[in-house]
């Protein structure tokens, strides 16, 4: 199906501009819509994309986000959308997707959400639209590469996930910065994540099993830890299928007993305290702190990604190894990390409107194989290295 489409980006921070410059060069577009709240937040992402969007018809909209009306009714003429929205935002626009009959793909990052999401399914196939929450970095290309893992093998038995993004000179004390919204980052570290052994979902507080992974050259040793959200709804899909699934987060050392210790001190807690009279939302309070320390305006990050899937191949033992890095494109202004996470999302919506998933509500690991992701890596030059080692 080479037909041209109707695409619509909502959100057109960081991610969604990575997503709508993916789109132009490699999706067959009749109209780009841009939707945001801020007209400053829209200027800049035209500009990014100028030197890319000759011939491309790109419309936009200010809008409140709340007007649940006026998004329906801009929708109706629109194929596909990406929510690239905090994802608080994602269970009522996959009602907008539904009411508008328009397909959505989202960046996930709330596991109890997408589930509610998926239950939406024949809702979903009798509106003759695609939902694929979890799109972007992790989870969504994590999950992907993971899926190439196991299919490199006849039967897979365990797989093992590392990821992270990070400055590419990281300054003390915090050695991180932000690059994405701070409330996404204290919902990773929070809670519980949800991994398989022997089979079976198991639960695991974050920043458990922290370990040390040697990636050699001029990365050298960072620090892996447990993180909530990483694998999604991976987990129950593959339940009973693969022994063994864990995913973790990656730092430079030294990250993770900070944050251990902000939890502890309960500067995660959302139960509001009273302090000398007046109210506090405990994690408000640590965003409004901690935010502008990590804001570090450096753009220059590295992303780094890390599977190990063990089984059999030709009945040998077989480790696969997977390993990808992308780093910051002054040529495109792109961050690794907004590509990794906006390209992604493209990708997939890309992969429904080529007829590639039928209607319906799918998990991510369900929505697009390892192969078909692969493929689309190596258009964008992707820097993946597979060793299969028996």
Same mark, same amino acid.
């Given at each position: 199906m080479n037909m041209y489409h109707n695409y619509c980006i909502i959100g057109t921070g960081r991610q969604g501009t990575a997503a709508a410059y993916d789109l132009i060069k490699y999706a067959k577009i009749k109209n780009l819509l841009l939707v945001d709240t801020s007209s400053q937040s829209i200027n800049q992402c035209l500009y990014k994309l100028k030197p890319i969007s000759k011939n491309i018809? &790109?419309? !936009?909209? +200010? +809008?409140? +986000?709340?007007?649940?009306?006026? /998004?329906?009714?801009? /929708?109706?003429? $629109?194929? &596909?959308?990406?929510?690239? *929205?905090? $994802?608080?935002? #994602?269970?009522?626009? !996959?009602? *907008? %997707?539904l009411l508008s009959s328009t397909s959505m793909v989202d960046l996930g990052g709330h596991t109890e959400n997408v589930i509610k999401q998926l239950d939406y399914d024949k809702e979903a196939k009798k509106n003759r639209i695609t939902i694929v929450p979890d799109c972007g970095m992790g989870p969504g290309m994590n999950v992907s590469m993971a899926l190439l893992g196991i299919e490199k093998l006849d039967i897979a038995n365990e797989v093992f996930i590392w990821d992270g993004g990070l400055p590419k000179n990281p300054k003390e004390p915090w050695n991180y910065s932000l690059f994405f919204n701070i409330k996404g980052l204290t919902n990773e570290y929070d809670e519980s994540a949800f991994f398989l052994d022997k089979g079976r979902i198991k639960k695991v507080p974050c920043f458990e099993g922290i370990e040390i992974i040697d990636f050699g050259g001029n990365i050298g040793e960072l620090e892996a830890a447990v993180t909530s959200g990483g694998l999604s709804t991976m987990p129950w899909s593959f339940e009973n299928k693969i022994k063994k699934l864990e995913n973790k987060t990656l730092r430079y050392k030294g990250h993770w007993e900070w944050m251990k210790a902000y939890r502890e001190l309960g500067l995660f807690s959302e139960n509001h305290i009273d302090y000398k009279g007046v109210e506090i939302n405990p994690r408000e309070f640590y965003h409004h702190l901690l935010e502008p320390q990590l804001d570090t305006k450096d753009f220059n990050d590295i992303c780094i990604m890390r599977i190990? %899937?063990?089984?059999?191949? #030709?009945?040998?033992? !077989?480790? *696969?190894? &997977?390993? %990808? *890095?992308?780093?910051?494109?002054s040529v495109s202004g792109l961050m690794a990390m907004e590509k990794w996470t906006g390209w992604h999302a493209s990708i997939v919506m890309q992969h429904i409107l080529h007829g590639h998933i039928g209607p319906g509500a799918y998990p991510i690991e369900e929505a697009i194989s390892g192969k078909d992701f692969y493929d689309a890596a190596l258009k964008r030059k992707y820097n993946i290295k597979i060793k299969i080692i028996n």
């Open positions: 018809n &790109i419309k !936009t909209r +200010i +809008i409140d +986000i709340h007007k649940k009306d006026i /998004l329906i009714n801009i /929708l109706k003429d $629109y194929d &596909i959308f990406l929510s690239s *929205v905090p $994802y608080e935002y #994602n269970l009522m626009l !996959t009602e *907008v %997707a190990e %899937a063990k089984g059999l191949l #030709n009945n040998k033992k !077989t480790l *696969v190894r &997977i390993d %990808a *890095v992308e780093e910051y494109d």
